[in-house]
């Protein structure tokens, strides 16, 4: 880890934060930077004493080390979930395998860090995930749902469908797919998308994109055709395979 510059203090104030980690260096050190960035932290050593923590004071955020003595993180956030605790849940991980993250973001994960992580990193991640979190000014009207081929997105119902089946997602999945849907047969640059879906005001690390599009393609190209597609060195589009463009989108 390295030597942090604490971000400023927002004008709104802080948040409450639940840092769990067993390593009681790195407890320390984001105590400090995130008391130093204007949050309140309360910190946990255990998946028991998270629980606690999370039933009993219900923070604004969790930072959540995956590898903890009595639990993984993963199954922590699965059963924070079951209970109806929908907390945003930053991992932090030793484990760099792309199946391993995907398992972390479908357990119902907003974002990860590997590590060893730099402090500051930690930090903008932190204030991106809690800006997603601020509620939206409410539309005027009824929106529209979003559609392409066989696939709908209703923002306002929270729901998407493929070939007429519900498809569940989580919620950055949600936006990464309207994302997508909002620029159909656009190929989108992954540092835009993360301006888009993670709304990172810094150069934060693509890979995030690549864990999450290969997440949600697992769940909407199930059935054919496949829509998401990869454009190697560029980023993502969705749109229909070239045999299939003929019949035409609506």
């Known amino acids: 880890m390295t030597e942090h510059r604490p971000l400023p203090r927002t004008s709104a104030g802080g948040h409450t ?57 993963f199954l922590l956030t699965r059963e924070l979930r079951a209970r109806g605790c929908y907390t945003p849940v930053l991992f932090l991980t030793a484990r760099t395998d792309i199946e391993d993250r995907i398992i972390g973001l479908s357990s119902g994960g907003d974002d ?44 306002d119902a929270h729901r998407v469908r493929r070939a007429e089946r519900a498809v569940k997602l989580s919620p950055t999945e949600f936006r990464l797919l309207s994302c997508l849907l909002s620029h159909p047969e656009r190929v989108l640059d992954k540092r835009e998308i993360l301006r888009q879906v993670w709304q990172y005001d810094f150069s934060g690390d693509t890979r995030i994109v690549d864990t999450y599009v290969k997440s949600l393609r697992r769940k909407i190209d199930q059935v054919p055709p496949a829509l998401i597609h990869t454009v190697r060195g560029v980023g993502y589009c969705l749109r229909l395979p070239p045999e299939e463009a003929g019949a035409g989108a609506p």
């Open 112 to 155: 990860y860090v590997t590590k060893p992580f730099h402090v500051q990193e930690v930090l903008l991640r932190i204030r991106a995930i809690l800006r997603r979190g601020t509620p939206a000014v409410p539309s005027a009207g009824t929106r529209a749902p979003l559609r392409y081929a066989d696939l709908t997105l209703d923002e």
């Open 17 to 73: 934060i639940l840092v769990v980690e067993d390593d009681p260096s790195i407890r320390a050190l984001l105590t400090a930077a995130l008391t130093a960035a204007g949050h309140s932290v309360v910190t946990a050593a255990c998946g028991r004493e998270a629980m606690a923590e999370a039933d009993g004071g219900r923070p604004d955020l969790i930072v959540l080390d995956v590898m903890l003595p009595d639990t993984d993180g």
